[in-house]
């Protein structure tokens, strides 16, 4: 089946610092893309999402980048702070069956913000 | 705080028992999930509901039997686990997809099952 993955499996940054999380995806067919936050003993938690027909969108210090061309999509965490430190999956949303939609995710990036 | 709630938080349980875990949301959405999730690992899809009838099972094995009552529960009940079956089970729930308006899922915090 298709598979969406993550360039990275850990990424230390220093605090203040910029973060850049990479994923790629390899079904063209896919047509919205989410980011996940999961920190220690908690569910993944909804960052940001962004649909195809957009080739960025912003949130509050978050910013999602998805090139089609290169089936690539990105996270930017702004001045990046310690309580950003978790495991960020990114995550395709596909159509199955009904009007339910399928999550297929990738293989996780930890950040570690470092003092 | 999640909006999706899970109960219990953690669950040990012997191979021949049987348990339930319990999901809830009042967020009004009318599809609800189970993932199940190993340790350093992505959450893998079990079970999807629509308006409260099974659209999506992902071969998961008859000792896992999902339910859901109604628009706001999501059982799991489980008979005659294996080891291999700890992890944290995660339930999700999202509006429904309208035309082309895409719609997050929304997770609670799981619980973690242990199986001995």
């Known amino acids: 089946g298709e598979s969406v993955g993550l360039h990275l499996p850990t990424l230390s940054v220093q605090e203040g610092d910029n973060s850049i999380i990479n994923c790629a995806y390899s079904?063209?067919?896919?047509?919205?893309f989410i980011w996940y936050k999961q920190e220690s003993g908690k569910g993944p938690q909804f960052i940001i999402d962004?649909?195809?027909?957009?080739d960025k969108r912003q949130g509050q210090r978050v910013t999602v980048l998805l090139n089609k061309t290169v089936k690539h999509l990105s996270l930017q965490i702004a001045a990046t702070q310690p309580g950003d430190s978790a495991v960020y999956f990114c995550?395709?949303?596909?159509?199955?069956?009904?009007?339910?939609?399928?999550?297929?995710f990738g293989s996780g990036t930890q950040l570690t913000v470092l003092p | 705080d999640t909006e999706v709630t899970q109960t219990p938080k953690h669950l040990v349980m012997g191979m021949t028992n049987k348990k339930s875990l319990k999901c809830e949301q009042h967020?009004?959405?009318?599809?609800m999930y189970w993932y199940k999730q190993k340790a350093k690992k992505p959450p893998e899809l079990m079970f999807v509901?629509?308006?409260?009838?099974?659209?999506i099972n992902e071969s998961v094995p008859s000792r896992f039997s999902p339910e859901c009552p109604n628009s706001s529960l999501l059982n799991l009940h489980l008979h005659a686990l294996q080891p291999e079956d700890s992890a944290l089970y995660l339930c999700?729930?999202?509006?429904?997809?309208?035309?082309?308006?895409?719609?997050?899922?929304?997770f609670g915090d799981g619980t973690r099952l242990s199986i001995l």
């Open positions: 509901y629509s308006y409260e009838k099974l659209s």
């Open positions: 995550a395709e949303n596909a159509f199955s069956s009904g009007s339910a939609r399928q999550l297929t």
């Open positions: 999700a729930s999202s509006q429904l997809d309208l035309g082309l308006s895409n719609q997050p899922q929304h």
């Open positions: 967020m009004g959405h009318r599809a």
């Open positions: 079904n063209s067919a896919s047509d919205y």
């Open positions: 962004i649909r195809s027909n957009m």
